[in-house]
């Protein structure tokens, strides 16, 4: 599936606006506030039915406008059209708007679209994934789970409404005012769910394991030295550790049902002091090696560069893969996602972006903000579209000299 | 709020605070008012403490009911099954259950769903009337209906082992596909509810 247009009525610092994105590349410029990320959220939003960054959703929509809307063309190889059109109200919306997602003119599920088309979002605080804190890992994870999984997409969802529930009633026992029996009800839901979660990252993380090497070395491919040398190795550690010793092997989540029970019993004492869950997917992580040690503590910058690309690269392929075993198809270019690249290249080395974007394009329709054009890489810059953002307005950009 | 008189300013405020209504309703409910007849504005008015002075609970099953009418009008029903009660979160479940016409025991309302985050432990909800209830008279069976969400499962949970022993059966409504929906428009969870749900199919 690919993106043939792009088009926004009050959408964030849009009153309308209109994009349509080359089949390969494309190139939204403007300088830093001017609205550039506004138009990778919108599709991001359409795809996926929330937003990266609002909190709530009215925050897409355009200052005392009553409503947004976000409309996107698809267009699969055989070139048959398919019209996304997605309404988001906004604070001043009377009750008859609602949000509501069309596909061709029918109702569907917001969310629901990921069955037809997936994107792929690369910010640039992901330049910090491997060093960031844990909860930037498993948001790396579950952004995969969320467009292919739709029921670990659910399990997201209830999964932290279990754990606030939980977590209350661990204060309210610490405070005396509630049984430890209670927490009965709340221990099955959190061990059936989270169990069925960490099973479905651990495969993601075998998924991507299978990639990493071979796009590793692409990306690395012209990096001086012995930058790019070395296996990486990714691993899910979970938070069942000693109850759960051979971790790497399993992934049924009936057999991490009963590990999860135990170790929630040996917690049991300090989960109420802390008035906190303390198993679960919530508190899991992924770590990655690189030639046998921890990336966060002992590789480089630039090392630690290519493997987020090649972790990038590869979520990319695994979210293209995932449709092709659902589809009839095969392996064709119509399960490619769009890739939207958020002013990535400005962190990134001249060789390095080069290498990444060529990889991209392979991989899928790319869509690319820079402040900067002269990060653009050389070979792309007297070939691509530009279109220019401007205080809310957009435009098609004589070619770049 | 500037530029708007007292009076006006309250109603809005206090129109405000109903549940599903914001600012702009408010404001466009106050202005209806000022708009009606003094007889109506007074009539809202006078529904409104009639509700809180006539309306009492049922102390038998919790439900609401007016004042001078305990037990209420289900419960005082001589022709409805005793031996079966029907527990829901809300009165208005108890409405929703009765349009149906497919139930006639009686009910007992729970003014709730266990909802540690909203700080509503079992002790907030009326799980200790009815167990008292159970208690004093024979029951064959509970039918647990609270709603198929996270709390009220905590809820049913709870409720089914305070009521087991206590009482001949205790049952859930069951949960799957709606009446007249598609299967291929059915979320997992639901489909995966109904099959764990099926039954044998009854031959006439």
């Not at chain 1, 247009?5 to 349509?20: P, T």
């Not at chain 1, 190139?27 to 990320?37: E, H, M, S």
């Not at chain 2, 206590?166 to 799957?176: C, D, E, L, Q, Y």
Request: negative net charge; charged residues 25%.
């Amino acid at each position: 599936m690919r993106l043939t247009r792009l088009s926004l009525e009050q959408y964030r610092s849009y009153a309308a606006a209109e994009l349509h994105p080359d089949p390969g590349l494309t190139i939204i410029a403007g300088p830093n506030g001017a609205g550039k990320t506004n138009l990778l959220e919108a599709i991001w939003v359409a795809v996926t039915g929330r937003s990266n960054r609002a909190a709530a959703d009215h925050e897409l929509v355009r200052h005392g406008a009553p409503w947004a809307r976000i409309r996107l063309d698809l267009s699969d190889e055989h070139l048959n059209p398919s019209r996304v059109e997605l309404v988001v109200p906004g604070v001043e919306a009377g009750p008859e708007v609602r949000k509501r997602l069309l596909v061709n003119g029918l109702s569907r599920r917001p969310s629901s679209l990921t069955e037809t088309v997936r994107a792929v979002l690369f910010r640039p605080e992901e330049m910090l994934l491997l060093v960031g804190p844990p909860s930037d890992r498993r948001r790396f994870l579950d952004g995969i789970l969320t467009q292919s999984d739709r029921r670990a997409a659910r399990d997201l969802v209830d999964l932290a409404r279990v754990v606030a529930q939980r977590n209350a009633l661990l204060r309210a026992i610490r405070a005396d005012e509630a049984q430890p029996a209670q927490l009965d009800f709340w221990d099955e839901q959190l061990v059936t769910i989270g169990s069925r979660l960490m099973a479905a990252r651990v495969a993601v993380v075998a998924r991507l394991a299978e990639r990493i090497g071979a796009l590793h070395a692409a990306v690395a491919a012209g990096d001086e030295g012995d930058e790019g040398a070395g296996e990486v190795r990714l691993e899910y550690l979970d938070s069942l550790r000693d109850a759960w010793p051979e971790r790497a092997s399993m992934a049924a989540a009936g057999e991490l049902e009963g590990p999860f029970r135990t170790r929630l019993a040996e917690v049991r004492q300090k989960e109420i002091w802390n008035g906190s869950t303390l198993v679960g997917p919530h508190r899991d992580d992924l770590r990655v090696e690189l030639a046998g040690r921890d990336v966060a503590s002992h590789a480089s910058r630039g090392q630690q560069r290519t493997i987020i690309l090649a972790l990038k690269l590869a979520e990319t392929e695994l979210l293209a893969a995932d449709r092709n075993s659902a589809d009839t198809g095969g392996a064709d270019e119509t399960a490619q996602p769009v890739v939207l690249l958020d002013d990535v290249f400005s962190e990134l080395d001249a060789e390095r972006a080069a290498r990444a974007l060529e990889l991209l394009m392979q991989r899928g329709q790319v869509l690319v903000t820079m402040a900067d054009l002269s990060t653009l890489p050389k070979r792309h810059r007297h070939s691509v579209a530009v279109w220019q953002v401007d205080a809310g307005q957009l435009r098609l950009a004589p070619r770049v000299a | 709020m500037a530029g708007l008189i007292a009076p006006v300013a309250r109603l809005i405020e206090e129109f405000g605070k109903l549940p599903g209504v914001g600012q702009k309703t408010a404001q466009r409910l106050t202005y209806h008012m000022l708009r009606t007849s003094a007889e109506e504005a007074r009539a809202l008015a006078a529904a409104l403490v009639a509700v809180k002075e006539q309306v009492g609970y049922c102390s038998v099953c919790c439900n609401i009911t007016e004042r001078d009418v305990d037990p209420c009008s289900i419960c005082g029903d001589a022709r409805r099954d005793a031996l079966r009660i029907c527990v829901v979160e809300e009165p208005l479940d108890v409405l929703a259950i009765e349009r149906t016409g497919e139930f006639h025991g009686r009910y007992h309302v729970l003014h709730g769903a266990i909802s540690p985050m909203d700080g509503i432990g079992p002790e907030r909800i009326r799980a200790r009337e009815l167990v008292l209830r159970v208690s004093d008279q024979e029951i064959d069976e509970v039918i647990l209906a609270t709603n198929p969400n996270l709390e009220g499962e905590a809820t049913a949970m709870y409720l089914a082992d305070l009521l087991s022993g206590k009482v001949g059966s205790v049952t859930r409504i069951a949960r799957g596909l709606p009446v007249g929906g598609d299967l291929e428009y059915a979320d997992d969870v639901t489909l995966i509810r109904s099959f764990q749900g099926r039954r044998q199919v009854e031959r006439a």
